[in-house]
C-alpha cells in the first residue's frame, strides 16, 4: 500500500530533549515536506527536499533540522524541543513534477514539549 | 506563489451541493489550482486539481473562470462525512515552497 510513515503518533517529552520525528514514504517520491499545524494558524511548511541530499527552508524553519540522506527518509530534528514547538506535524511527499500540489501526507505525530 | 483568500467558514446541510470559493488576484500563467481536504487530527488529502474551465472527479467538481482570477470547489450533495477543511493553493507544476493558511471549515448539519 502506498503510504507516507510517521513514528511516534504521539509524543510528549521534555524542554531540551533531543527529538527526532521519523517519516518514510515507499512511493519513490523525489519531494518530502514537512509541515506544522497549529489552532488558527493551519498549516505551515517547515522543511522541504526536492532530493536526497537537497533541503530548504519553509516558512517556520526555526529550532528544526532535517535531512534527507535517502530517497524515503526524511527525519525532523529537534535540537532542543521548546514548549512552543508543541503542535501537530505532518510529513508528506510527491514526485518532483507536483511538489506541493499533489502530495501524500503522512497521518501526523502530536507532540507536547513540557 | 499567488496569494489566496477563501471563507474561514461554512455550513450546509445534508444533501445540499456546496460551492466554496478561493480568490487568486495573482495568479500567475504556469500556475495550477490545487484542493486538498483534511478531516480533524488527519493529514491533507488531495481532492482536485485543475488550470482553466472545469474538472471533475469523483469526489468534487473545479470550476475556473476564464480569467483564473477566482476558482470554485463544488461538492455534490454533501453529507456529513464531507465536514472538513478545505484548502485552495495556488503554484506552478512541482512548486516546492507551499503556504497553506487556514482553510475553509466546512460543517454539514443533518
Known amino acids: 500500500e502506498a503510504q507516507v510513515t510517521q513514528n511516534p503518533r504521539y509524543l510528549i517529552t521534555v524542554t531540551g530533549k533531543k527529538l527526532t520525528v521519523t517519516c518514510s514514504q515507499n512511493?519513490?517520491?523525489?519531494?518530502m515536506s514537512w509541515y506544522r499545524q497549529d489552532p488558527g494558524l493551519g498549516l505551515r511548511q517547515i522543511y522541504y527536499s526536492m532530493n536526497v541530499e537537497v533541503t530548504d527552508k519553509g516558512d517556520v524553519p526555526e529550532g528544526y533540522k532535517v535531512s534527507r540522506k535517502e530517497k524515503r527518509n526524511f527525519p525532523l530534528i529537534l535540537e532542543s524541543p521548546s514548549p512552543n514547538q508543541t503542535s501537530l506535524y505532518f510529513c508528506a511527499s510527491s514526485p518532483s513534477q507536483q511538489g506541493a500540489g499533489k502530495a501524500f501526507f503522512g497521518q501526523g505525530t502530536r507532540l507536547t514539549v513540557v | 506563489l499567488a496569494k489566496t483568500t477563501q471563507p474561514i467558514s461554512m455550513d450546509s446541510y445534508e444533501g445540499q451541493e456546496v460551492n466554496i470559493t478561493c480568490s487568486h488576484n495573482n495568479i500567475a500563467t504556469n500556475d495550477y489550482i490545487t484542493w486538498y481536504q483534511q478531516f480533524p487530527s488527519q493529514g491533507p488529502r488531495f481532492i482536485i486539481q485543475g488550470y482553466k474551465t472545469k474538472v471533475t472527479n469523483e469526489v468534487a467538481s473545479l470550476f475556473i473562470p476564464a480569467d483564473r482570477k477566482s476558482s470554485t470547489l463544488s461538492l455534490p450533495r454533501v453529507s456529513l462525512s464531507d465536514t472538513a477543511v478545505y484548502y485552495c493553493l495556488v503554484g506552478a507544476r512541482g512548486y516546492q515552497k507551499v503556504t497553506f493558511g487556514i482553510g475553509t471549515k466546512l460543517q454539514v448539519i443533518p
Open positions: 512511493m519513490n517520491h523525489e519531494y
